[in-house]
């Protein structure tokens, strides 16, 4: 059944909310996935929800992913997606895990190309919205487009660079700059790189006042 989906039906199926199944897109496309079976129209809002067999399909679509993901970073084929093993690639999020050697520069740009290259295949040659694979680790996922766009991430050593975390809403991340003075303009050159590798951002302020980005992926 997945076979036949457009990417922008794989995206919404996989993008869906994992308890409800309420399907985030737009009209053409939840008519399409109703007319396949895989989701229905419910409520007087008109949302539409995967059916049991659209929940199948994410499923199937899920896994497939994985699949491919682990074989663009090299990983063995049960490898599990827990903590990542010894010299698998991890991005930087800020949080000082990451040691910086001379090879870090030719290991970003390696996990970036791999990454791009999830995507063409996941979403049929379309490159600027994020894989599903990406959805599932999205502090990962973020961190590796800042990285590899060449933003400073923060050191304990350098007092300007971006952090990237969970936030407290499901499906989104939370990135700070640890600089306060240089925030809001840093922040800013975010944003801006974030949107056309698939990443929406908006800026908050911490009861403090301390200004920080809320991340999702972009669906469409």
Do not use: N
Not at 22 to 43: P, Q
Not at 80 to 98: C, I, K, L, M, N
Not at 161 to 185: F, N, Q
Not at 192 to 199: K, M, R, T, Y
């Amino acid at each position: 059944m997945s076979k036949g989906l457009t990417a922008a039906q794989r995206r919404a199926v996989t993008g869906s909310d994992p308890s409800t199944g309420r399907v985030a897109a737009g009209a053409v496309v939840c008519t399409g996935l109703v007319a396949a079976g895989l989701a229905v129209r419910h409520g007087r809002a008109g949302q539409h929800y995967l059916t049991p067999e659209g929940r199948r399909v994410r499923a199937e679509l899920a896994e497939r992913d994985a699949r491919v993901a682990r074989e663009a970073a090299g990983e063995p084929a049960q490898g599990g997606h827990t903590e990542p093993e010894r010299g698998q690639f991890v991005a930087d999020d800020g949080s000082g895990t990451v040691r910086t050697t001379a090879a870090r520069p030719g290991e970003v740009a390696a996990a970036w190309e791999g990454l791009l290259q999830i995507r063409a295949v996941l979403g049929d040659g379309a490159v600027e919205v994020p894989a599903g694979w990406e959805r599932e680790r999205p502090v990962h996922a973020v961190a590796l487009a800042l990285e590899a766009a060449g933003v400073p991430p923060h050191r304990a050593e350098r007092p300007s660079g971006y952090r990237v975390g969970p936030s407290d809403h499901p499906g989104l991340v939370e990135v700070t700059w640890s600089e306060a003075g240089s925030g809001p303009a840093s922040l800013a050159r975010v944003v801006a790189l974030l949107g056309p590798l698939g990443w929406q951002a908006t800026e908050h302020h911490a009861r403090g006042g301390a200004p920080f980005l809320l991340v999702s992926p972009r669906h469409t």
